[in-house]
């Protein structure tokens, strides 16, 4: 029996379009263990939002194509199950916050209704022992005066108090896994700081385990345990947040990590931050060898040529380089 809570195995995801067959993802492994918050992290458009979606089946195909790859939850093959199996699934051992709140939840039903239905789907409960249930969440997320706003629509509440609605929708079944999808997001400082003090305690309060899926480093320095950087549809490392953030292994972590913003650093104090000259390759025509030859200031001739494999370089730290073969 496998440790780990999920498992993705050898997962590609293509796309049919104009231009070509568009390789979104391509042959990522991720693992999961319980109650453990395990960061997704890197640029838009390289296909970590597209990888969360596919774990609960959430990708029409076609267009989506998924050519090879396994998700494996509690020893369960999630690509081998039924329509009906799935649906008992999604929002009941998996749930998920989905990106922008506002187009997430539906503008014409009350939140209220919205956030019940996953308990009415799934759980033999009245309406009204329902209510009582969403009420008790809200409050439990930090939505003042929560019976009142039990029945107002999404656009009466602030940009703050949506996410904590779609928290409360993604906690009211105690889900094992839980799928965070840039859950702060167009949120200021303070609401982001408070939106990640929330899936921590959540995460602690009903042991389940979180894949927060960001593009921001410093939210996750904040809450996950190990992260994976995917670039170019590809995992390039994974890592404890403490090495990654100290000794990040490979060339493009190491630029993501010099493009922060220090105030440890005072040596640092009026220089230009640092950046990554050039721009992500189009997926549908991925240049031979390693994605990010043309951008690397490490780049050897091999780069050029072949595109390296994870290698496990340390027992918790694995690199997609050729700086360590």
Same mark, same amino acid.
């Given at each position: ?5 999920? &498992? ?15 390789k979104a993802v391509r042959n990522i492994d991720l693992e999961i263990k319980p109650k453990e918050i395990v960061g997704l992290v890197g640029e838009s458009g390289c296909g970590k939002s597209i990888t969360a979606r596919s774990i609960l089946r ?78 008790? *969440? ?62 921590? &305690? ?16 410093? *939210? ?21 947040? &403490? ?41 549908? &025509? ?6 990010f030859s043309d951008r690397c200031l490490k780049v050897m001739p091999i780069c050029h040529e072949e595109d390296p494999e994870l290698k496990r370089i340390e027992p918790d730290t694995q690199v997609a380089c050729w700086l360590y073969r």
């Amino acid at each position: 029996m496998s440790e780990n809570l999920l &498992e993705i195995k050898n997962l590609s995801i293509h796309f049919k379009t104009f231009f070509g067959l568009l390789k979104a993802v391509r042959n990522i492994d991720l693992e999961i263990k319980p109650k453990e918050i395990v960061g997704l992290v890197g640029e838009s458009g390289c296909g970590k939002s597209i990888t969360a979606r596919s774990i609960l089946r959430l990708l029409k195909t076609p267009p989506a194509i998924i050519p090879n790859g396994d998700f494996i939850f509690e020893g369960k093959y999630l690509n081998r199950l039924s329509t009906e199996e799935m649906r008992e699934i999604r929002g009941k051992a998996i749930s998920m916050i989905f990106q922008e709140p506002m187009t997430s939840l539906n503008p014409v039903f009350k939140v209220g209704d919205q956030v019940a239905e996953a308990l009415l789907t799934h759980g033999r409960l009245s309406k009204e022992e329902a209510a009582r249930q969403v009420t008790a *969440v809200f409050k439990s997320v930090g939505i003042p005066d929560a019976e009142r706003r039990y029945d107002v629509y999404p656009h009466q509440l602030s940009g703050g108090l949506r996410q904590r609605v779609m928290i409360a929708m993604a906690l009211i079944c105690h889900s094992k896994l839980l799928i965070a999808d840039e859950p702060t997001t167009a949120l200021d400082v303070t609401i982001q700081s408070q939106i990640l003090d929330l899936i921590g &305690e959540s995460k602690d309060r009903y042991d389940m385990s979180v894949l927060l899926i960001t593009h921001d480093l410093g *939210v996750i320095s904040e809450v996950a345990d190990r992260v994976y950087v995917m670039y170019a549809g590809k995992v390039v490392e994974e890592n404890t947040v &403490e090495k990654l953030l100290n000794r990040p292994g490979h060339p493009y972590t190491e630029g993501l990590i010099q493009s922060i913003p220090r105030l440890d650093l005072p040596h640092r104090k009026g220089m230009r931050l640092n950046t990554l000259s050039g721009k992500v390759p189009e997926l549908y &025509e991925i240049p031979k060898g390693c994605p990010f030859s043309d951008r690397c200031l490490k780049v050897m001739p091999i780069c050029h040529e072949e595109d390296p494999e994870l290698k496990r370089i340390e027992p918790d730290t694995q690199v997609a380089c050729w700086l360590y073969r």
